[in-house]
């Protein structure tokens, strides 16, 4: 009796194999295997050769070198990404090393951040657009002192060609017919071109400089101010520098302004009588750009 449980036993087993088999391909050692279905856990993870690839199924996660992914896409220790020798390189301390030809973008939606390092100078620079000369990525630039350039950085310098009167005793504004350049659209020379006006966006500190020259007169004191939004913030007093030669006063200020704002430059003289301006782009100019 014994025997035949044991014959019977053998040949159930051999049905079971012959049925795992029919249904097991079998690959030999190094071949490729193609897989055209999902594979699903079975369990709550699967772990390849001691976590160098894990998934979590639960989480949806996936670590390389870590059995304890954080994110989507969690790698332990560094990794590169790229084509042949031009490849770039994250540490495994986070550090970002790019190949010598390559740029960094950074995208959202319509916007765009190129920056790009050029080696020959030591600078970066940032633009908003990858176009394909290097030298046209440049909207902002930081050389290799540290010093900021940028092409779209707003400011003004405005220039007097005619002499104006001042009249005595009375603060008179100080009007600008020409311009060195004008990067924000700051000043007009034919409406109000005694002033220049924040422009939208131009929130920040700026630099305004204002310097006029005066005809000579050996009678009382001068004054030259900076007006914003008709407050006196700066001036600047000299005396007169006798009957044959003029003065230059100039004065300097830092502001932090906002779109809107008006700033001016204003004279001030007690000659007893009006005293010209003198003109000409070296001799009397209004200077403002913002610096941050």
Same mark, same amino acid.
């Given at each position: 009796?014994?025997?035949y449980i044991?014959i019977?036993?053998?040949?159930l087993?051999?049905?079971?194999i012959?049925k795992?088999?029919?249904?097991?391909?079998?690959?030999p050692?190094?071949?490729?295997v193609?897989?055209s279905?999902?594979?699903?856990?079975s369990g709550?993870?699967?772990?390849?050769?001691?976590?160098t690839?894990?998934?979590d199924?639960?989480?949806?996660?996936?670590?390389?070198?870590?059995?304890?992914?954080?994110t989507v896409?969690d790698?332990?220790?560094?990794?590169q990404?790229?084509?042949g020798?031009t490849k770039s390189t994250?540490?495994s301390?986070?550090?970002?090393?790019?190949?010598?030809s390559a740029?960094v973008?950074?995208?959202?939606s319509?916007e765009?951040?190129?920056l790009?390092?050029i080696t020959?100078?030591?600078d970066?620079?940032?633009s908003?657009a990858?176009?394909?000369?290097?030298a046209?990525?440049?909207?902002i630039?930081?050389?290799?002192?540290?010093i900021i350039?940028?092409?779209?950085q707003i400011?003004a310098?405005?220039?007097m060609?005619v002499?104006e009167s001042?009249?005595?005793?009375?603060?008179?504004?100080?009007?600008f017919?020409?311009e060195s350049?004008?990067?924000?659209?700051?000043?007009?020379? &034919?409406?109000s071109s005694?002033? #220049? %006006?924040?422009? +939208?966006?131009?929130?920040?500190i700026?630099?305004? *400089?204002?310097?006029? @020259?005066l005809a000579?007169n050996?009678?009382? &004191?001068?004054?030259?101010?900076i #007006? %914003?939004?008709g +407050?006196r913030n700066?001036?600047r007093?000299v005396? *007169?520098?006798?009957? @044959?030669?003029?003065?230059?006063?100039?004065?300097?200020d830092?502001?932090?302004?906002?779109?809107?704002?008006?700033?001016a430059?204003q004279?001030?003289?007690?000659?007893t009588?009006?005293l010209a301006t003198?003109g000409?782009?070296t001799?009397?100019?209004?200077?403002?750009f913002?610096?941050w």
């Open positions: 009796m014994k025997r044991f019977t036993a053998l040949a087993l051999g049905i079971i012959s795992v088999s029919s249904q097991v391909t079998k690959y050692h190094g071949s490729s193609s897989l279905n999902t594979i699903a856990c709550s993870s699967v772990n390849i050769d001691g976590n690839v894990y998934v199924c639960s989480a949806n996660e996936v670590g390389i070198g870590t059995g304890s992914p954080e896409l790698v332990n220790g560094g990794f990404t790229g084509s020798v994250f540490s301390t986070g550090a970002l090393s790019m190949a010598a740029d973008t950074l995208s959202r319509a765009l951040i190129n790009s390092s020959a100078g030591g970066i620079r940032i908003t990858a176009t394909a000369a290097l046209n990525r440049a909207n630039r930081i050389d290799q002192f540290g350039h940028s092409t779209t400011g310098r405005l220039t060609s002499a001042i009249g005595n005793s009375t603060f008179t504004h100080v009007f017919d020409g350049f004008d990067q924000g659209d700051l000043h007009s020379v &034919s409406v005694h002033q #220049i %006006t924040i422009p +939208t966006g131009g929130d920040g700026w630099f305004i *400089n204002c310097s006029i @020259s000579a050996a009678t009382g &004191s001068r004054i030259l101010a #007006i %914003t939004n +407050t700066a001036n007093t005396a *007169n520098a006798g009957g @044959s030669d003029g003065v230059d006063p100039e004065v300097t830092l502001q932090y302004l906002s779109a809107g704002d008006i700033v430059c004279v001030w003289q007690n000659s009588a009006p003198t000409g782009a001799r009397s100019n209004f200077v403002a913002k610096i």
